[in-house]
C-alpha cells in the first residue's frame, strides 16, 4: 500500500495521514470484493494507483484548490477522499449515482471520522437543476467522467467566478478539447502523468 514521502509539506502538519490513506485503500479493496468498487483483477496495485494520482494537484503548483470542492462522478471516493485526508481542512461534496458506492463512501467517512464532507446519491445532471447549487462551489473535480464539453457546461453553474476545475483525462482528451468552445474559460494547464493520462485543470473566468 501507498506511503508517501515527504508528507509534511502537503499536509499543513496534519498527522497520522499515511495511516488514514492505508486504512482508506484497504477499506477499497475489501469491499470491491463483494461490491465492485473498482473494477480490475489486480485490485491493490490499481488502488494505490488512483490514490498517488489524486493526490497530484497537491504537487502541481497551477492547481490551488479552495473549498468548497464537489467531486463529480467519485465512484469509491476518488479522487475526493485521498485529497480530503491530506488536507483535512477542504469542505467536499461526493457526488456518485450508484447507490452502492455512495452507501460505500458513507460507511467510510462515519468510521473514520472524517468531518466536513457530504455524500450525494445523484446524476450530475440533476446536481445542476438546484438553484442553491449556482455558484456554490469553488473547485470541481472528477476522473474519467463525460466528456470534457459537458463537464465544463456543469461547471459553469457550480463554479463561482474564477473557479477552477481538475480533470484527470485519457487519451480521447486531444479530440475532445478541439470541439470545445472555450470562451469563459482560461486556456487550460495540462500536466501529462506517468500512467499515460493528463490531468488537465481549467479556470473560469471572472464574468
Known sequence: MLIIKDLAKFTNGAENVNNLL???????VNSSKRMNLVSRSNVENLVTSLTEESLIPLQWKACILRSPIIDIGTGAGFPGIPLKLVRPELELTLVDSNRRKCAFMKSTIGDMGIENVSVVNARAEDIVREDDNRGRFSTLISRGVRDTGQMLEWADYLLSDEGEVILWKGSGFDSEIE????????????????????LVRFMKKRK
Open 22 to 28: 492505508i486504512s482508506y485503500q484497504q477499506r477499497v
Open 179 to 198: 470541439k470545445i468552445d472555450l470562451q469563459g474559460w482560461v486556456l487550460p494547464d495540462i500536466l501529462r502523468l506517468p500512467s499515460g493520462l493528463k
